[in-house]
């Protein structure tokens, strides 16, 4: 009660600190553009006397941002060659993409890299992706047509002011590109030597102010190698997803928009199973299985103005998934509504407040081995935010503050602040963050049953059965970071930021060894799921981009990572499995450089090396990687590609087992792809 | 933990309760004005503006309306496609489509090419000598190649150029009003 009254304290003293901020700052300078209808109701006179910045919007509003972000454009996944959208990601700096088998990915960002990653907020189109099971990405079932992707934005650090928990080490939001920029008749087919096949549909039109799309999409990929790289391995893909899009320009100052996907997939995996999980006859099986994911979301999304500088945004969705794995079987259905209102040169700040409401239906298929409560749970969020702007825009400091509350929570709250001095053409910027990861599903109903090992001495046969009783609270996570970027040129860009994160109450697994005796006589230990570390991770992240001529642009950037874990407060040697995870996967090291050069105006050429590495423990010491592609465009509208992945290694691991697959070598690749589009 | 909770929330209020006192000298030296418009908007609204001052020489734009083909620059297309959206703009019979290399002649009676067009503007001039469209262009020189109306970048801010010749050889009519404030070319004694 006390820590209630604590928080509405902390509320009461910092909602009237902002308003006093903002009332006193009325004569300070935002710097606003002036919008078109402010340009439209000017003479020629006026017009000719405004100045202009060459920045677009999305530009400018880069250059203007006080966090560590990063945009993977349409054009650099096109020319990249790659084929899923996790290997796009590794285009971007700071983050880690590995690859357990062939269908198994594990993306971070700042540390804690692994299957089980739960630090991330990835979201489709403003959707989360992430699920709140095990707060990570089933990243096997997120495709899209990689064309119609517009861009993917990455922000680097946490987010929670505005996005909420799990965006504690960064966000990933994939946007496709609205109906209007992709209106035509495409077509793409390709085929190689693990790409087995691949293609998608779309076709795009206009009915008055609607556009529209309408596409689908079908991909098979081949297994990886056994250890011995003698034998193929069962970790196949066959996927196909259907989906449309349309925008509707219901007034010049009102956009509605409405999507919906749907998606069947079936891959295939080599791993443990457990057929009977009990005292004396537990015993891993060592199986090839057939996992299935399904899944349909519809997103409608309203953005009006309501007045010339008070714009409404609403967005409801509905996402379901069904995952069915040897281990985990579960149905899932999301059902959100969110709804922000901005208010811009208001005081002459720019504020926005939003609140959101999800609620979360549940169904487990419960196995032997793996158990998890059928439920409904919820999470409610409202947030602040606020941005002075000072000296004609050049100094801006942004404040902002989300309260978030889930079925497993009481109210977190997730304060930052950041400042910035920038211009078109440098920028420096430091931010402080307070940020939560929240307790999951997982954490809170599961029962997962494992073969022991240690203290039960065979040939008897014991279990663990991993558990989660809710004792796991929120991960409370301190972010510093100090940034800078600059353009020497226009077509140029360097980017430098450095980083401090400290986290509180690292989740992990703990064996109460207090009972030894009572175990040794039950054959049965507990292992808990629930705060036993504390960590530091520091580093520093540097990428360029050099439009060096019209015809050749270079692009690269630098990792550097550095993390200490401490078991705190039980000191048992027990909480070692997410340090060992992180020696595992994240690397100390990675870089990336690329290169596009257009020798003639038909003819592109693109390389990139990626390498991430040394790694502080396991067998696997680094990756290099090098992608190489050829794009021939003989006549308008047709685009005929060669693309070589991998081509520094015949075959190579590039991550260990985890607990819900074996890895498999992944192969030098080729495939041949080409795209028709008819307008 | 409340400790920590309790940190945070002194370091928020203290930066805070900073600028909100490090406001209030500095607050009145300086003004609270816009003063700066994207390229691409300002760009549309010119576009927009030579439309209003210009007369066709042919009656099919009362008729059929007046159509604007935006080449290579989707900034300005998006920015077009708002304004005539707009109650501003309703009267006029304004329509926008963005198009590719010759397609963008077909039923046009504006055409704005893209700096990105660069490489195919001299042979869309030629293709349109004669015809009642007017030509705009951010491209470097446009004006003095041929092309009517040139949007110039210069000291941070947008003017323009006018090729008279070319305006005239087509038939258009360009209101003086515009005429002055904009760099001429192409005079009858030139």
Same mark, same amino acid.
């Given at each position: 009660?006390?820590?209630?009254?604590?928080?509405?304290?902390?509320?009461?003293?910092?909602?009237?600190?902002?308003?006093?901020?903002?009332?006193?700052?009325?004569?300070?300078?935002?710097?606003?553009?002036?919008?078109?209808?402010?340009?439209?109701?000017?003479?020629?006179?006026?017009?000719?006397?405004?100045?202009?910045?060459?920045?677009?919007?999305?530009?400018?509003?880069?250059?203007?941002?006080?966090?560590?972000?990063?945009?993977?454009?349409?054009?650099?996944?096109?020319?990249?060659?790659?084929?899923?959208?996790?290997?796009?990601?590794?285009?971007?700096? &700071?983050?880690?993409?590995?690859?357990?088998?062939?269908?198994?990915?594990?993306? &971070?960002?700042?540390?804690?890299?692994?299957?089980?990653?739960?630090?991330?907020?990835?979201?489709?189109?403003?959707?989360?992706?992430?699920?709140?099971?095990?707060?990570?990405?089933?990243?096997?079932?997120?495709?899209?047509?990689?064309?119609?992707?517009?861009?993917?934005?990455?922000?680097?650090?946490?987010?929670?002011?505005?996005?909420?928990?799990?965006?504690?080490?960064?966000?990933?939001?994939?946007?496709?590109?609205?109906?209007?920029?992709?209106?035509?008749?495409?077509?793409?087919?390709?085929?190689?030597?693990?790409?087995?096949?691949?293609?998608?549909?779309?076709?795009?039109?206009?009915?008055?102010?609607?556009?529209?799309?309408?596409?689908?999409?079908?991909?098979?990929?081949?297994?990886?190698?056994?250890?011995?790289?003698?034998?193929?391995?069962?970790?196949?893909?066959?996927?196909?997803?259907?989906?449309?899009?349309?925008?509707?320009?219901?007034?010049?100052?009102?956009?509605?928009? @409405?999507?919906?996907?749907?998606?069947?997939?079936?891959?295939?995996?080599?791993?443990?199973?457990?057929?009977?999980?009990?005292?004396?006859?537990?015993?891993?099986?060592?199986?090839?299985?057939?996992?299935?994911?399904?899944?349909?979301?519809?997103?409608?999304?309203?953005?009006?103005?309501?007045?010339?500088?008070?714009?409404?945004?609403?967005?409801?969705?509905?996402?379901?998934?069904?995952?069915?794995?040897?281990?985990?079987?579960?149905?899932?259905?999301?059902?959100?509504?969110?709804?922000?209102?901005?208010?811009?040169?208001?005081?002459?700040?720019?504020?926005?407040?939003?609140?959101?409401?999800?609620?979360?239906?549940?169904?487990?298929?419960?196995?032997?081995?793996?158990?998890?409560?059928?439920?409904?749970?919820?999470?409610?969020?409202?947030?602040?935010?606020?941005?002075?702007?000072?000296?004609?825009?050049?100094?801006?400091?942004?404040?902002?503050?989300?309260?978030?509350?889930?079925?497993?929570?009481?109210?977190?709250?997730?304060?930052?602040?950041?400042?910035?001095?920038?211009?078109?053409?440098?920028?420096?910027?430091?931010?402080?963050?307070?940020?939560?990861?929240?307790?999951?599903?997982?954490?809170?109903?599961?029962?997962?049953?494992?073969?022991?090992?240690?203290?039960?001495?065979?040939?008897?046969?014991?279990?663990?059965?991993?558990?989660?009783?809710?004792?796991?609270?929120?991960?409370?996570?301190?972010?510093?970071?100090?940034?800078?970027? @600059?353009?020497?040129?226009?077509?140029?860009?360097?980017?430098?930021?450095?980083?401090?994160?400290?986290?509180?109450?690292?989740?992990?697994?703990?064996?109460?060894?207090?009972?030894?005796?009572?175990?040794?006589?039950?054959?049965?230990?507990?292992?808990?799921?629930?705060?036993?570390?504390?960590?530091?991770?520091?580093?520093?992240?540097?990428?360029?981009?050099?439009?060096?001529?019209?015809?050749?642009?270079?692009?690269?950037?630098?990792?550097?990572?550095?993390?200490?874990?401490?078991?705190?407060?039980?000191?048992?040697?027990?909480?070692?499995?997410?340090?060992?995870?992180?020696?595992?996967?994240?690397?100390?090291?990675?870089?990336?450089?690329?290169?596009?050069?257009?020798?003639?105006?038909?003819?592109?050429?693109?390389?990139?090396?990626?390498?991430?590495?040394?790694?502080?423990?396991?067998?696997?010491?680094?990756?290099?990687?090098?992608?190489?592609?050829?794009?021939?465009?003989?006549?308008?509208?047709?685009?005929?590609?060669?693309?070589?992945?991998?081509?520094?290694?015949?075959?190579?691991?590039?991550?260990?087992?985890?607990?819900?697959?074996?890895?498999?070598?992944?192969?030098?690749?080729?495939?041949?792809?080409?795209?028709?589009?008819?307008? | 933990?409340?400790?920590?909770?309790?940190?945070?929330?002194?370091?928020?209020?203290?930066?805070?309760?900073?600028?909100?006192?490090?406001?209030?000298?500095?607050?009145?030296?300086?003004?609270?004005?816009?003063?700066?418009?994207?390229?691409?908007?300002?760009?549309?609204?010119?576009?927009?503006?030579?439309?209003?001052?210009?007369?066709?020489?042919?009656?099919?734009?009362?008729?059929?309306?007046?159509?604007?083909?935006?080449?290579?620059?989707?900034?300005?297309?998006?920015?077009?496609?708002?304004?005539?959206?707009?109650?501003?703009?309703?009267?006029?019979?304004?329509? %926008?489509?963005?198009?590719?290399?010759?397609?963008?002649?077909?039923?046009?009676? %504006?055409?704005?090419?893209?700096?990105?067009?660069?490489?195919?503007?001299?042979?869309?001039?030629?293709?349109?000598?004669?015809?009642? %469209?007017?030509?705009?262009?951010?491209?470097?020189?446009?004006?003095?190649?041929?092309?009517?109306?040139?949007?110039?970048?210069?000291?941070?801010?947008?003017?323009?150029?006018?090729?008279?010749?070319?305006?005239?050889?087509?038939?258009?009519?360009?209101?003086?009003?515009?005429?002055?404030?904009?760099?001429? %070319?192409?005079?009858?004694?030139?």
């Amino acid at each position: 009660m006390k820590r209630i009254v604590l928080r509405w304290m902390r509320i009461r003293v910092l909602l009237p600190l902002m308003v006093a901020v903002g009332i006193s700052a009325i004569p300070a300078v935002s710097a606003e553009r002036y919008s078109a209808d402010d340009l439209l109701s000017m003479d020629l006179e006026q017009l000719a006397n405004v100045k202009v910045t060459t920045l677009s919007k999305r530009e400018e509003r880069y250059m203007a941002t006080a966090g560590a972000v990063f945009v993977i454009t349409s054009d650099d996944i096109r020319r990249s060659g790659v084929r899923s959208i996790p290997d796009a990601l590794r285009l971007a700096p &700071g983050l880690q993409v590995s690859q357990t088998n062939a269908n198994q990915f594990q993306v &971070g960002i700042r540390g804690q890299t692994d299957f089980w990653t739960d630090l991330l907020l990835v979201m489709v189109d403003g959707r989360p992706i992430y699920n709140t099971t095990f707060s990570g990405v089933w990243w096997v079932a997120q495709n899209y047509p990689l064309e119609e992707i517009a861009r993917i934005e990455i922000v680097r650090g946490p987010g929670g002011a505005i996005w909420g928990s799990n965006a504690v080490n960064g966000v990933i939001n994939i946007i496709t590109k609205k109906a209007g920029a992709s209106q035509g008749l495409r077509i793409t087919a390709g085929e190689g030597t693990e790409e087995t096949g691949f293609g998608n549909i779309s076709y795009g039109a206009s009915s008055g102010d609607v556009d529209y799309r309408l596409y689908a999409m079908r991909e098979t990929r081949d297994g990886g190698l056994s250890g011995n790289g003698l034998n193929d391995m069962p970790d196949f893909r066959r996927m196909k997803q259907q989906g449309f899009r349309l925008d509707w320009n219901a007034s010049a100052s009102t956009k509605v928009s @409405l999507h919906g996907d749907a998606y069947q997939i079936h891959s295939g995996q080599y791993g443990t199973w457990m057929p009977n999980p009990t005292v004396g006859n537990a015993s891993n099986a060592q199986i090839n299985s057939l996992n299935a994911f399904s899944g349909k979301n519809i997103v409608s999304r309203v953005e009006t103005d309501i007045a010339s500088n008070v714009s409404l945004k609403g967005q409801l969705f509905y996402d379901q998934y069904k995952v069915h794995t040897q281990i985990i079987r579960e149905k899932k259905e999301t059902f959100d509504g969110e709804f922000q209102v901005d208010f811009s040169d208001i005081l002459n700040q720019n504020i926005s407040v939003g609140t959101n409401v999800r609620r979360l239906r549940s169904h487990f298929n419960n196995t032997p081995q793996f158990q998890m409560p059928t439920r409904t749970t919820g999470i409610t969020s409202f947030f602040i935010n606020d941005e002075l702007a000072l000296f004609d825009g050049m100094f801006r400091i942004i404040g902002g503050l989300k309260l978030e509350k889930n079925s497993y929570t009481t109210w977190e709250s997730q304060p930052s602040i950041r400042t910035i001095v920038s211009n078109d053409n440098w920028a420096v910027w430091a931010s402080a963050s307070r940020t939560v990861r929240t307790p999951n599903d997982m954490e809170n109903g599961l029962s997962w049953n494992r073969k022991a090992s240690g203290w039960c001495t065979p040939p008897r046969v014991c279990l663990v059965k991993q558990t989660g009783d809710g004792r796991a609270k929120s991960e409370h996570v301190k972010s510093y970071e100090v940034g800078a970027r @600059l353009r020497p040129t226009e077509k140029s860009l360097i980017e430098l930021t450095a980083f401090k994160t400290i986290y509180k109450g690292v989740l992990d697994t703990w064996q109460d060894k207090s009972n030894l005796a009572t175990n040794a006589a039950t054959g049965i230990t507990y292992e808990y799921l629930t705060n036993v570390l504390n960590g530091k991770g520091d580093g520093f992240e540097a990428n360029f981009r050099v439009e060096a001529f019209d015809e050749l642009t270079l692009k690269g950037s630098y990792t550097y990572l550095h993390q200490v874990y401490v078991d705190y407060p039980v000191k048992d040697g027990e909480t070692k499995w997410t340090v060992l995870s992180n020696k595992f996967q994240d690397p100390r090291s990675r870089f990336h450089v690329g290169l596009s050069w257009d020798p003639t105006k038909m003819l592109e050429f693109d390389a990139n090396v990626y390498f991430n590495g040394p790694f502080r423990d396991g067998s696997v010491n680094g990756n290099h990687r090098l992608d190489m592609r050829v794009g021939i465009k003989p006549i308008e509208g047709l685009e005929i590609s060669f693309v070589a992945q991998d081509m520094m290694n015949l075959k190579h691991f590039e991550n260990e087992n985890n607990s819900m697959q074996y890895a498999t070598q992944q192969q030098q690749r080729w495939y041949m792809r080409a795209t028709y589009l008819y307008k | 933990m409340r400790l920590f909770l309790n940190n945070n929330c002194r370091i928020l209020c203290g930066c805070l309760l900073a600028l909100l006192l490090s406001l209030h000298p500095i607050g009145s030296s300086i003004a609270a004005e816009k003063n700066r418009a994207g390229i691409s908007d300002l760009k549309a609204v010119y576009v927009f503006n030579f439309i209003r001052f210009t007369e066709w020489p042919t009656s099919d734009v009362h008729r059929k309306g007046i159509s604007i083909n935006v080449l290579s620059e989707e900034d300005v297309y998006d920015r077009l496609k708002n304004i005539i959206a707009k109650p501003v703009a309703k009267g006029l019979g304004l329509s %926008v489509q963005s198009c590719e290399q010759d397609r963008c002649i077909r039923n046009s009676s %504006v055409l704005y090419i893209g700096e990105s067009g660069r490489q195919d503007f001299k042979q869309l001039l030629k293709q349109l000598e004669g015809e009642a %469209v007017l030509t705009i262009s951010d491209i470097p020189g446009f004006a003095e190649q041929g092309g009517m109306v040139e949007i110039k970048y210069h000291n941070k801010k947008l003017t323009f150029v006018v090729n008279l010749q070319a305006v005239k050889r087509a038939g258009f009519y360009i209101s003086a009003q515009l005429l002055q404030l904009g760099e001429i %070319v192409g005079r009858d004694n030139e």
